[in-house]
T-cell receptor, first 110, second 113 residues
Framework: GEDVEQSLFLSVREGDSSVINCTYTDSSSTYLYWYKQEPGAGLQLLTYIFSNMDMKQDQRLTVLLNKKDKHLSLRIADTQTGDSAIYFCAESFNDYKLSFGAGTTVTVRA | DAGVTQSPTHLIKTRGQHVTLRCSPISGHKSVSWYQQVLGQGPQFIFQYYEKEERGRGNFPDRFSARQFPNYSSELNVNALLLGDSALYLC????????????FGSGTQLSVL
């Protein structure tokens, strides 16, 4: 199966941490990804994690992977107004395509 | 360095017409992928091309076709347009066949009336 599921909306106060969650179905996925999409723009690769890793940290971003539960999360520390966007979780499938979730709309309020 | 460039940025067509969308990958990238993003949904995979050969195809009808040229640029063609083809069409490029770093263009917004 290729279903990737995410919660649709997240509202967070500026300066707080955001946590976006995702579940995926293909246990053979090699990589799992987080992409960001701002209004009227394409997708920006934020970070990705290899499937044999549990955690990856990149500046304000922390990715956690629980392979047993097929659960992926993205934590954004010190969330800023510029972090308001749609965040997509994706898994690699068959080595040539990405399967995306429907996206989580993150709204940062002052 | 220029990123992935797509043209046109916006397009309006009527049902039954044909459309061609164009994509230039990042310099040095040999693989191009196409995705369709319907409003409110995540992108759906259409095709991947590497070295001018089709490596994969998503669950789209034969009205959708693509090709990759010797300079690694690509075209996506859609025949007999339907209202449901209205979407943002995204092109992505990568160095080779791996998916670890896929870079997306800003897309072509297609509206079918």
């Amino acid at each position: 199966g290729e279903d990737v599921e995410q919660s649709l909306f997240l509202s967070v106060r500026e300066g707080d941490s955001s946590v976006i969650n995702c579940t995926y179905t293909d246990s053979s996925s090699t990589y799992l990804y987080w992409y960001k999409q701002e209004p009227g723009a394409g997708l920006q690769l934020l970070t990705y994690i290899f499937s044999n890793m549990d955690m990856k940290q990149d500046q304000r971003l922390t990715v956690l992977l629980n392979k047993k539960d097929k659960h992926l999360s993205l934590r954004i520390a010190d969330t800023q107004t510029g972090d308001s966007a749609i965040y997509f979780c994706a898994e690699s499938f068959n080595d040539y395509k990405l399967s995306f979730g429907a996206g989580t709309t993150v709204t940062v309020r002052a | 360095d220029a990123g992935v460039t797509q043209s046109p940025t916006h397009l309006i067509k009527t049902r039954g017409q044909h459309v061609t969308l164009r994509c230039s990958p990042i310099s040095g990238h040999k693989s191009v992928s196409w995705y369709q993003q319907v409003l409110g949904q995540g992108p759906q995979f259409i095709f991947q091309y590497y070295e001018k050969e089709e490596r994969g195809r998503g669950n789209f009808p034969d009205r959708f076709s693509a090709r990759q040229f010797p300079n690694y640029s690509s075209e996506l063609n859609v025949n007999a347009l339907l209202l449901g083809d209205s979407a943002l069409y995204l092109c992505a490029s990568s160095l080779a066949t791996g998916l670890e770093k896929l870079f997306f263009g800003s897309g072509t917004q297609l509206s079918v009336l």
